[in-house]
Structures are given as structure tokens and as C-alpha cells.
């Protein structure tokens, strides 16, 4: 099976998870590297993320989560998913 990248991803759900950790992280008006150290992630793997590049994985959306202060279903409804 082929692996999925945000280029794969025809409904743009990484997209909308990405826009909704951006609003929650502009919020709390932390930087792209602020939330990034603090969610133990690199920096512009960060950046990726939040423009729905990359595939997250379940734990990084939990350490982005916890980073943000809140839980993972409440980025995944706030996304649209």
C-alpha cells in the first residue's frame, strides 16, 4: 500500500486540521517555534503541519494538543473531522 502525503489528500482534511491548530496557536499567540518546542516537534515539520503537508501522526497530534491545551477530539472537531 502507498504511503499517504498531504498531496494524496482529495478532501483536504489535513489541510483543515492544520488551519485548526494554527487558529488555536494564533490564539494563545504563540510563535510557530514556541508551539513547536513545546510540542517536541521541529520546528518547520510544524510548519508542514499546519499547512497540511505532512500526515500527522496520532501522537504528534496529541503533543500538539497538550502543547495548545486541549484534547485531540476537540482539534479534530474544530477541524471539521
Same mark, same amino acid.
Given at each position: 500500500?502507498?504511503? +499517504?502525503?498531504? =498531496?494524496? $489528500?482529495? $478532501?483536504?482534511d489535513l489541510v483543515k486540521l492544520g488551519a485548526a491548530i494554527r487558529v488555536?496557536?494564533?490564539? %494563545? /499567540?504563540?510563535?510557530? #517555534? /514556541? %508551539?513547536? $518546542? /513545546? /510540542? !517536541?516537534?521541529? @520546528?518547520? =515539520? *510544524?510548519?508542514? +503541519? &499546519?499547512?497540511? &503537508?505532512?500526515? !500527522?501522526?496520532? %501522537?504528534? +497530534?496529541? @503533543?500538539?494538543?497538550t502543547a495548545i491545551g486541549c484534547k485531540p477530539s476537540e482539534l479534530l *472537531? #474544530?477541524?471539521?473531522?
Open positions: 500500500m502507498a504511503r +499517504i502525503s498531504g =498531496h494524496q $489528500d482529495k $478532501d483536504r488555536r496557536r494564533r490564539a %494563545l /499567540a504563540l510563535s510557530q #517555534e /514556541a %508551539l513547536a $518546542d /513545546a /510540542a !517536541v516537534i521541529d @520546528r518547520s =515539520h *510544524m510548519g508542514k +503541519i &499546519e499547512r497540511g &503537508e505532512r500526515n !500527522v501522526t496520532f %501522537l504528534n +497530534i496529541c @503533543r500538539i494538543a *472537531m #474544530e477541524a471539521g473531522l
